[in-house]
């Protein structure tokens, strides 16, 4: 059956009017609209034609020149009105099967989402691993010779390992930008994106280099102080030696922060694992069989360094990705990642320079009790990156949940209740555990009973930050996913300046180490406590009003 209705000066064919009795308005979430549009398809074709002079049995509105349907006959709706109440009746019952299915959906993608966490962290772990394992193997070989040589390795690995976590700022802008040009599906500008960045990693190597050789004595002189420069020298032959891979550190940095970015941790775990390997056998042959000390475990180190960097970007290549392709970025690109590092370098400074801040305090007390920190705060490094995969699968997986094609705030917030929940468990595990070695075994790191009876009056410290971290950890990835990174620098940097006061109080009041690890307490919870309100604030990257005041309006420049 067809009805004619008075238009304008041409024919239109219009399909599934806009019923005035079909309102959506009671319904509170688009995908009802859905199924209602979907059953009303069922509607017989109304055709209008030009009659310009025809009588009219009802009134009919529309808008020139698109000719919007806003209202029917009346004689439409009295014929139809059987057909339209079945129609919302059938609406009703799938709107009640659409959010009992979106319930099972949404309490089944949680354990879907721990499980794919689980895939992905479980190889991306062994990567956070790899470095600070290679200093706690130093820290153990080292200390069964000399306590000096250990006291050494303290203000040693500031200047090596603490420094270098300052250029994590290549890693996480990797991992991110690579990520967010996936979720576009661009794959030639994350080939053009990796090539600038490997330049920026070389730059930075070689400028380290420089830092090492001519100014690192300098460096390890003003850091141990007037009491403890008969450790300048064993310090500084470790720093020299370590100061030559600099370059291959960073560049293996950006290749496998881009294999992460992609989704991919086993490749470089691969890497990673050969390169432990020959990292655990160097210290054995060069420390321990020929006798070189600290020497030998720096040079066992460089090796394994070096290897593991060829192997992340032979890794990258299998990928279809050019790892020898070096591109010099031009001011524009330059500033471009400028703009996004500048706020994580800053982050990551203000970490480094509160732990070297606890190394430096320690150092002032004594030998026995900076030989104790340093096994300490080994420990304390070796136990956190078991929380780095969860903030490196928030940054892997959120750009696709906030910024891709099929955007979802739902998913992201599930995905962030996911790593919460690891989190907590990995935390109880990781204090216990890590508690329980130098409480139980301490004659694995040395046997000095001095240097043990100041490692147990740190441990309760020890147990409570640690155990907050892997949390803490999936907070601030999740901050950074979302390149809110305003807050967490300004965050990070009140937590620093609170912190080294606190170190300075307790410091004053003869407080000793355990002083400076109950500040470490305080660092950790108060980031957990701040990145955690961020997140759950309606303010936050997972509520916004308009997701273009985070990320979408800058994307192109990164």
């Not at 009671?26 to 009802?32: C, K, L, Q």
């Not at 721990?114 to 153990?140: D, H, N, Q, R, Y």
């Not at 032979?314 to 500033?335: M, R, T, W």
Request: glycine share 8%; proline share 4%; with cysteine.
């Amino acid at each position: 059956m067809q009805f004619k209705a008075v238009t304008a000066s041409h024919q239109n064919q219009i399909k599934a009017p806009i019923i005035k009795h079909l309102s959506i308005s009671p319904f509170r979430h688009s995908h009802h609209s859905q199924v209602l549009f979907q059953s009303s398809q069922s509607l017989p074709t109304l055709r209008t034609s030009a009659a310009t002079n025809a009588p009219s049995r009802g009134k009919l509105c529309c808008i020139s020149p698109s000719q919007e349907l806003i209202a029917v006959t009346t004689e439409i709706e009295s014929e139809y009105s059987d057909e339209i109440n079945q129609i919302s009746l059938i609406g009703e019952e799938n709107i009640e099967v659409v959010e009992v299915q979106c319930e099972e959906l949404t309490k089944e993608s949680i354990w879907n989402q721990i499980i794919e966490i689980v895939k992905f962290s479980g190889p991306a772990t062994g990567l956070w691993i790899c470095g600070p394992l290679m200093s706690l193997i130093s820290t153990a070989v080292i200390g069964q010779g000399s306590s000096t040589e250990l006291a050494a390795l303290g203000p040693g690995t500031v200047l090596c390992d603490n420094m270098s976590y300052v250029f994590m700022f290549l890693s996480i802008a990797t991992s991110n930008m690579v990520a967010t040009s996936l979720a576009r599906q661009d794959e030639k500008e994350v080939q053009h994106q990796i090539s600038i960045l490997l330049f920026v990693g070389l730059a930075c190597g070689a400028l380290m280099l420089s830092f090492t050789k001519f100014f690192g004595s300098y460096a390890l002189t003003a850091f141990t102080g007037a009491k403890n420069v008969h450790l300048v020298t064993a310090a500084n032959t470790y720093v020299q030696i370590r100061g030559l891979a600099w370059p291959a550190v960073l560049v293996g940095w950006v290749a496998q922060s881009a294999s992460l970015g992609m989704k991919d941790s086993w490749g470089p775990l691969k890497a990673l694992a050969v390169a432990s390997t020959v990292n655990v056998t160097g210290h054995l042959i060069l420390c321990t069989l020929l006798g070189h000390g600290i020497t030998g475990a720096a040079w066992a180190t460089v090796a394994s360094q070096v290897i593991a960097a060829c192997m992340m970007i032979d890794a990258l290549n299998k990928k279809g990705y050019n790892g020898f392709s070096i591109s010099v970025p031009s001011h524009i690109e330059l500033l471009q990642i400028i703009t996004l590092a500048a706020p994580v370098f800053l982050t990551i400074a203000s970490k480094v320079a509160f732990y070297s801040m606890i190394i430096y305090f320690a150092t002032s007390m004594g030998t026995h009790t900076v030989a104790a920190h340093q096994v300490m705060i080994q420990m304390y490094s070796m136990c956190v990156v078991w929380g780095e995969p969860l903030s490196q699968t928030a940054q892997s997986f959120m750009p696709e949940m906030l910024y891709g094609a099929n955007r979802s705030l739902v998913k992201a917030q599930t995905l962030l209740k996911s790593l919460l929940i690891i989190g907590t468990f990995l935390g109880l595990v990781l204090g216990t555990v890590g508690t329980c070695i130098p409480w139980l075994f301490p004659q694995i790191f040395t046997r000095d009973p001095a240097v043990i009876g100041e490692m147990h009056r740190v441990v309760i410290p020890f147990l409570i930050a640690l155990s907050v971290t892997p949390c803490t950890h999936s907070c601030e990835g999740t901050l950074l996913a979302g390149r809110d990174l305003k807050f967490i620098s300004l965050t990070m940097s009140s937590c620093f300046a609170l912190g080294s006061l606190l170190l300075l109080l307790v410091s004053s009041r003869g407080l000793g180490l355990p002083g400076c690890w109950c500040a470490l307490v305080g660092f950790q919870w108060a980031r957990f406590f701040l990145s955690l309100r961020r997140l759950l604030s309606p303010a936050g990257i997972l509520f916004p009003r308009d997701m273009d005041h985070y990320g979408p309006a800058k994307l192109k420049a990164t």
